[in-house]
């Protein structure tokens, strides 16, 4: 699959609002883009704040073509197609799915995995669970929007006359190519309190080309 494909973008956006819950159950991400010949990996590992951090994958294996190519035949997965697979501690496909998934489905099966019981026991001793939150826009599900996919850049000013605020605004916006090319968003705040205060979000072509052209 590529990454910018409509069923990829989807149900990556919905793991990135259950970040706690799938650290709460030792999940990892690994993610193939890409075709046979032109394929790269990523590797994300939902952690809790205790948890001893996983080791990181070295750059080179992750470009590694070969080992790409062994992990799609291992799991049966087809190069430019979406394809989607659970495993276990065991690494045996427990689920497969060839659309986008509802998240709680998926974290809802895993609950059910026998080696998932004892994990359960122990949370539920501890009083181990994620927090609820009460406003569905919280800044965790706002910035999930990008994390992993843009860098954030966010300018704060009183009004949008200040001198420093323009002079800023005009020398980012005469390099919206290069803003684009580097996944590069800006996000502006102005006004000094809630109640005057407004946003505007700018996002940048990641092809390169400049908007205006």
């Known amino acids: 699959m590529w990454e910018d494909s409509t069923a990829y973008v989807q149900q990556r956006d919905e793991y990135l609002e259950q970040v706690c819950e799938m650290a709460l159950r030792k999940i990892s991400i690994v993610t193939v883009c890409g075709t046979a010949t032109n394929s790269t990996m990523k590797v994300d590992h939902y952690q809790l704040e205790h948890d001893k951090p996983m080791k990181a994958m070295r750059k080179e294996d992750l470009l590694n073509r070969t080992l790409i190519a062994h992990i799609r035949n291992e799991f049966g997965m087809v190069p430019g197609d979406f394809h989607m697979v659970l495993t276990d501690f065991d690494m045996k496909v427990k689920q497969s799915y060839e659309v986008p998934i509802a998240l709680k489905a998926v974290l809802d099966y895993v609950d059910t995995m026998p080696s998932r019981s004892r994990e359960l026991e122990q949370q539920k001793k501890s009083g181990l669970v994620c927090p609820k939150e009460d406003r569905p826009r919280s800044l965790e599900n706002f910035l ?21 605020y ?7 916006t005469s390099q919206a190519c290069n803003l684009g ?18 946003g505007v979000l700018e996002l940048y072509p990641i092809n390169g080309k400049d908007p205006l052209a």
């Open 144 to 164: 999930s929007r990008f994390r992993w996919r843009r860098r954030l850049f966010i300018i704060s000013s009183p009004n949008d006359e200040e001198w420093a």
């Open 166 to 172: 323009q002079q800023q605004l005009y020398a980012l």
């Open 181 to 198: 090319l580097r996944h590069i968003s800006i996000l502006k705040l102005v006004g000094m309190d809630a109640a005057d205060m407004g």
